[in-house]
Structures are given as C-alpha cells and as structure tokens.
C-alpha cells in the first residue's frame, strides 16, 4: 500500500509561484512514472505534467515554460512548480502515482491540493 501526501497549495494572485508536493510512504520497490492533474470547476479533468521513472518530462500545451515537475527519487518526492500563475490554473491539483510492490503495479492518488489564482 502507497500513501501520497499533497502540499503546497493556496492562493495567489496572477503572476505569483506555488510549488506543489507530493510524497509517497508505505509499502513499494519503486515509483514508476508521476502525473500531476487539475480538476477545475466543472466536469473535466486534465493531465498536466508527468515524468517517467528516468526523468522524461510531458506538459500540457497551456502550462508549458511556466511549469516544470520533477522528481527527488531519494525522497520519493515529485514537485511541480507553478510560475505566472493565470486564474484559469485555478483548480485542485492531484498527483497520481504508479508504483512498484512485490505483488505488482499499481495506481495511486493524491487527496488533492487546492490551488487558486485571482485577478
């Protein structure tokens, strides 16, 4: 069993930084690829950003030059990192984890972090 704590959300005005985290405890060999995805108001979730298990990084066309993931393996930790926020980035923000245990692979998620940007 894997468990992923969040951190790192809040409010900020347009243009401001967050940093988010997500550290991952419990019961694993190792972590494979991380995804970071939003879910602003509304139906519609969105993958972010992902980063594979040998550094391979994705974003999404709206937040590329402005976000950038990584992962510290040592710590089991991925970030991403939030630059010229806009209010449309305003959203709850999950990581999402697939990770490697004696009895296989598995997915987990983040309970989620708040995020807010205002005009």
């Known amino acids: 069993q894997v468990q992923l704590v969040e951190s790192g959300g809040g409010v900020v005005q347009t243009g401001g930084s967050l940093r988010l985290s997500c550290a991952a405890s419990?019961?694993?060999?190792?972590?494979?690829?991380v995804r970071w995805y939003r879910h602003p108001p509304g139906p519609q979730r969105e993958e972010v950003a992902s980063?594979?298990?040998?550094?391979?990084?994705w974003y999404t066309d709206s937040v590329k030059g402005r976000f950038t993931i990584s992962r510290d393996n040592a710590k089991d930790t991925v970030y991403l990192e939030m630059n010229s926020l806009k209010p449309e980035d305003t959203a709850v923000y999950y990581c999402?984890?697939?990770?490697?245990?004696?009895?296989?692979?598995?997915?987990?998620w983040g309970q989620g972090t708040q995020v807010t940007v205002s005009s």
């Open positions: 999402n984890v697939v990770a490697r245990s004696r009895s296989g692979v598995q997915n987990y």
């Open positions: 419990g019961s694993f060999v190792g972590i494979n690829a």
């Open positions: 980063i594979s298990v040998l550094g391979t990084t």
